[in-house]
């Protein structure tokens, strides 16, 4: 094995796509706290729940088994102030439990989840000291934890689609990409448990990527399985990064390592991964005989179809279809407002045309391909089976969400950056999407925004009025010189990255053609 591996190296990296990359991460990080600042208390999807969910254990409450947990009577408490008091004027925890002591007659399904993002989130809001402070200020707290978890998601893309192409243009493309999924913006500032499974998910596509580029290092092996055990150990959403990884490891290294040698890798980052990620699911069955409780069953309750009934599979791939493609680019507040189905199903089908068409086809890249695709595939049938399942059980189409094709995102853009180049195969094409995507990226990153602001203030009509700006400047725990100060700090810095992707993609960098490493050692 070689300690010199030129295709891990690749290109180097230019002071152009340096800066690039910085830019961007930083454009990223503003614009997500821009959102968190912009959006209402709340006002992102299951958001209460989560932050209940947190503060729970903040108080000292603990973790019940799932459906046993109520709400906090100071959350729902808090839950009415979100549009109808001042930031200035909200009351302390400390104020709203005194006067709201005990629960609310409404389950909190978050218990269903492993506790670990909560107990980490309210370490968080204890070391903040959130008990004495203004209410919102706890979730603007866990907001801005959020950002900072999934501030790598830039980096992440830009890396793993460079050592798969080994194109810095390509590269910082694919980053720029992050842009158009203004839903990856809301759930990315919003307290949730998707935040640490959406950048975990990222970073065990960024190590597969290496495994299969040649890779072969056993801590590398180590690394991805504590990556894997770290987010199943967050959420279920993260089980389908199992068999991904086991696929992965098994093919990686085909033509070098042999058949044995690939399968002990295989066995030892599972055994990791079961010795320290199997925790909760293995609790679970040991006390419930099944794998994820329900956390808010008297919810929805089973309501068998009649004699002359039964689940229409038409409506269900319809809604399907519909809500899917709409929640994973852009469907803001508690899913109420859309970003218009035209856009929403344009991107969706040109997306799935591109890779169906050209992702999969003779190139150095096709292993790649087809092993980054296992993950979204994964997550996509089990949604979609559980789903049915349900639908099939209460006559109820429900938990349909885009955005657990998050934990998948990076793999996504990966696949979808090897399509594009092998359907545009000549410099000067690939140049011209470059100038072309990067507009696109940037405007429906825009109008993303608009939609949730007009919605969140404007009623959703189709303007900017001093009343919607002013309830905006209201209800901002940052007031209107902060979040004035804050939007143009954001523009100033898009800018900056805009003009330093331009630059990068004109001078049109380095890349070199390489075989599939994944038969070529590191």
Known sequence: ???????????????????????????????????????????????????????????????????????????????????????????????????????????????????????????????????????????????????????????????????????????????????????????????????????????????????????????????????????????????????????????????????????????????????????????????????????????????PWGDQTSADFGVFINTVWDRLSTSFWGQFGALQYSMTPILTDTLTVLSLVVVIGWAFRRSPHRGVAIVMAVLPALTLVIQVQDNFRSYDDTQVIAGVQGRYLFTSLVALVTVAAIAWRNLLSAPADRARFGTVFRWAFAVVGLYGLSVAYRGFYEDSHLQATFHGLGLLANLTPIGQSGIIALLVVTVVVGLWSFLAVRQLVRAGGTSTTAPDRSTIDA
């Open 1 to 303: 094995m070689s300690d010199h591996d030129p295709y891990r190296d690749g290109p180097p990296v230019s002071r152009a796509e340096r800066t690039a990359v910085i830019a961007l991460t930083a454009a990223f990080a503003l614009l997500l706290t821009l959102w968190a600042f912009v959006t209402p208390m709340f006002a992102a999807p299951d958001e209460a729940a989560h932050f209940d969910a947190a503060e729970q254990i903040a108080i000292g409450n603990g973790w019940p088994d799932p459906g046993e947990m109520d709400l906090l009577a100071v959350t729902y408490a808090e839950q009415q102030q979100t549009m109808t008091v001042s930031a200035a004027d909200r009351q302390t925890v400390a104020e709203l439990v005194a006067q709201n002591p005990g629960s609310h007659d409404y389950p909190n399904q978050m218990s269903q989840h492993p506790p670990t993002y909560y107990a980490v989130a309210a370490l968080v809001l204890k070391v903040a000291g959130f008990f004495h402070h203004r209410w919102d200020v706890g979730v603007m707290v866990l907001r801005l934890f959020d950002v900072l978890l999934v501030l790598p998601m830039p980096f992440l893309v830009w890396s793993t689609v460079r050592r798969v192409t080994r194109s810095p243009r390509t590269a910082v493309v694919g980053a720029v990409a992050l842009f158009a999924v203004p839903q990856l913006a809301q759930i990315g500032s919003a307290v949730t448990n998707d935040a640490p499974v959406i950048v975990l998910g990222g970073v065990i596509t960024w190590l597969v990527a290496r495994t299969m580029t040649g890779d072969h290092r056993w801590r590398t092996v180590v690394w991805l399985a504590l990556a894997v055990a770290a987010v199943c150990s967050v959420k279920g959403t993260g089980l389908p990064t199992v068999p991904f990884v086991a696929v992965a490891l098994i093919v990686a290294g085909h033509g070098v390592l042999s058949v044995r040698a690939r399968l002990v890798r295989t066995a030892v980052a599972g055994a990791i991964v079961a010795l320290l990620g199997s925790w909760w699911w293995i609790r679970n069955l040991v006390l419930f005989q099944t794998v994820q409780p329900k956390g808010a069953g008297d919810l929805r309750e089973v309501k």
